[in-house]
C-alpha cells in the first residue's frame, strides 16, 4: 500500500481550525449534527478523538494554490468549501440510499432523524458559498460559480444514480457519466478551485480541471472496487455491499454488458426480488470477474491515472506540486480503504 | 382586501423566463420534480396553466433595484435567485414536516418520494448561488454572500421550529426570533439584493434590509392569523390546520404566555397525546383569542409594517419606489391567503 502523502496529513490540521470555525457558526442544533457527521463528537455531543479523514478534497485544493504559484494558505476558503460541499452529499445520500453506517458510525440520520439530517445538509451547503464568497479577491465569485456547478453536477449523478435502482439495462457509457458527475465534478472543481482563488489564467485552470475529471474517474473505479472486493475492516461496509444492494456499479455494469454468457447470469441474479444470500454474494462477485468487470475497471482505473498525469504535464507546474498531485492519485488509486 | 400591487403582477412575467431558464439547466430527473413543485407541470410532467404564485420575493427584489436607482432589469438574477431560495425551503420543509399538500396540490414528496425531492431542493439551493454569480458587476458576491447568509438564518429558523415541537414551553421572544430567522432573514435579504447587485452603499442597503425585517415578522404574523382563522378555500390548507398539527404559531404561543386563565386550558389541549377532534380545534381556536394571541398578533402585525415604513422613509427613496414598497407591505399583511 502507498503511503499517505505529506500533503494530505499536513493538511488535515491546516484546514481542520477553518472548517471547526465555518461549522461553529450553525445554530447550535443543526451544528450538533454536522459535527456528530463530521466525526468531532459522539452521539451525546461530546468531543471524540477522530481517526482523521482523507482530507483528499482539501488536499488538492491547497495543491492547485500552489500550482498558480500562490501559498497553500490563499486556498483555505476553497479548501473548506469543497469539504463542506462533499460532507453535505454524504450527508443527503446517506438519507436517500437508505445508508446506516458511515464511516464504522451509525450514518447522521439514524441518529438525529431524517428532518433534522435534511436540514444539516442544507446548511453545510449554504455555508460552503458563504465561507467560498469571504475569500479575498476577484477570485472567489469565480470559485464560488465552478463550485456551483459542480454541486449541481452532483446533484445530477446522483439523481441518475437514484435512477438505475429503478431499472434493469443500463449502457458502460451512462454509468461512467454518471460517475463523471456524481465523483469526478467536485474532485475536478477541487483541484482547480485555489488556482481559480488566485486568478489563474483558463488554460492552467482547465488543466487542473482535467487532472481532477481524469483522478474522478479512477477514484470512484477503485471505489467501486473496494466496494465488492475490499475488505470490510479497511473499507467500514460490509463486506460485498455493493452486491448485498444490488448497486449498478461500474465492475457490475461492465460485466451485464460483456456479452458474455456471465453477464446473463449477472443479470438474472440482479433482477430477483429477493435479498442476496451469502452463496449468492460469492456467486455474484465470481459472475462480475468472469464477465470481465473487475479486470476491466482495474485497466481503466489505470488509463484514467494515466490520462490525469498527462494533464498535469500540460499545465507546466513546478516538480515539487506535480510530483505531490501524482502522489495522491497514486493514494486514491492504490489504496485498500 | 387590498389589490394585488402592480410591481407585483407585472414581476411574474419578468422573472418567470429567467427563472425558467435557470431551472431548465438541471438534469431531467431533477427538473421534473423542481418543475412540478413550482407549479409549471402536473404530476405527469404535463405543462399546466398555473395560477401565478405571489412571486412576492422578486417584486420585492426588482424594487430594491430602483431604490438604487438601477433599472429593475438588473436585479433579475437577484429575483430568481431568491425565488429558488424559496422553492428550495418550501420543498424540503414539506419533507421535514410531512406536509402532505402544498398549494392544493400533492406536495412533491408524496408525488416523487423523498429522494428525489431532497434533491431537487438540493439543486434548487445550489442554482440560486450560480444564477446570481452570473450577474454582471462586483455587487454579485456581496449579493450572494448576503443570500447565503440569509439561508443559514433560514434554517435555524426551521432547526429551531422543529425543536418547538418536542417542547413544552416557549417564550414568545424564542417564537419572534425564530420567525425573524425562518420568514424575515430570505425577505430582508430580497428587499436589498437589487440595492446590492448595484453596488449601492451600505446604508442604504442596510435601510432596505430593516424594511424587509420588519416586513417579515408582519407577514409571518399575518400567515399565522391564517393558519388559525383563514379560509381553507384561499389559504389552500385545511381549516385550524396550524392548531390541527399543534403548531407553535405566534398566536398560539402569545396567549400560553399570557398568564391568562386560557393559556393554563390552552396548554393542557395542547399537551394531548391524541390528535383533537373538530370540537377540541373549535376550543382550542377560542382559547388562542381569549388568551389575547389573535388581538396581540394583530397589532404587532400593524406595529411591524409601521416599523418597517419607518426605514423606508429613513432610506429616501423616490416616492413612486417607496409608494410600490408600501403597497406591497399592505397587500401582505392584508391578504386573506
Chains 1, 2 share one sequence.
Not at 40 to 49: C, L, Q
Not at 108 to 135: F, Q, S
Request: one cysteine or more; glycine letters at 8%; hydrophobic letters at 45%.
Amino acid at each position: 500500500m502507498t503511503t499517505v502523502p505529506v500533503s494530505m496529513t499536513d493538511v488535515r490540521e491546516l484546514v481542520d481550525g477553518a472548517l471547526r470555525a465555518a461549522v461553529g457558526r450553525l445554530d447550535p442544533r443543526t451544528y450538533r449534527v454536522a459535527a456528530y457527521h463530521l466525526g468531532w463528537t459522539d452521539t451525546e455531543g461530546h468531543p471524540r478523538t477522530a481517526p482523521a479523514g482523507k482530507a483528499l478534497r482539501p488536499a488538492l485544493a491547497l495543491l492547485s494554490a500552489r500550482a498558480a504559484g500562490a501559498p497553500q494558505e490563499s486556498a483555505l476558503p476553497g479548501a473548506v468549501a469543497v469539504e463542506l460541499v462533499h460532507a453535505f452529499s454524504l450527508l443527503h445520500d446517506d438519507i436517500m440510499d437508505g445508508d446506516r453506517i458511515r464511516r464504522h458510525r451509525p450514518a447522521a440520520w439514524t441518529v438525529y432523524g431524517e428532518p433534522a439530517a435534511i436540514l444539516a445538509g442544507d446548511a453545510l451547503l449554504a455555508l460552503a458559498g458563504e465561507v467560498l464568497l469571504e475569500a479575498p479577491g476577484q477570485g472567489s465569485a469565480r470559485a464560488a460559480r465552478a463550485l456551483a456547478v459542480a454541486t449541481r453536477r452532483l446533484i445530477a449523478g446522483q439523481s441518475l444514480d437514484l435512477d438505475f435502482e429503478t431499472r434493469q439495462h443500463i449502457s458502460l457509457e451512462e454509468c461512467q457519466s454518471m460517475a463523471a458527475d456524481k465523483t469526478a465534478a467536485l474532485l475536478e472543481c477541487s483541484c482547480s478551485i485555489g488556482a481559480v482563488l488566485d486568478g489563474a489564467p483558463e488554460p492552467l485552470a482547465d488543466a487542473l480541471a482535467s487532472f481532477g475529471a481524469d483522478l474522478g474517474a479512477a477514484f470512484q473505479l477503485v471505489d467501486d472496487l473496494l466496494g465488492i472486493w475490499g475488505d470490510s475492516a479497511t473499507t467500514g461496509k460490509p463486506t460485498l455491499s455493493d452486491l448485498r444492494s444490488r448497486k449498478m456499479s461500474l465492475p457490475v455494469v461492465a460485466a451485464l454488458n460483456s456479452g458474455t454468457p456471465a453477464s446473463e447470469l449477472l443479470a438474472e441474479l440482479y433482477a430477483r426480488p429477493e435479498p442476496p444470500d451469502e452463496d449468492e454474494l460469492a456467486e455474484t462477485a465470481r459472475l462480475v470477474e468472469m464477465g470481465g468487470g473487475k479486470a476491466w475497471a482495474e485497466a481503466e482505473a489505470g488509463r484514467r491515472v494515466e490520462c490525469a498525469a498527462d494533464h498535469l504535464a500540460e499545465a507546466g507546474l513546478p516538480d515539487a506540486v506535480r510530483n505531490e498531485f501524482l502522489h495522491i492519485a497514486d493514494f486514491v488509486t492504490c489504496r485498500d480503504h
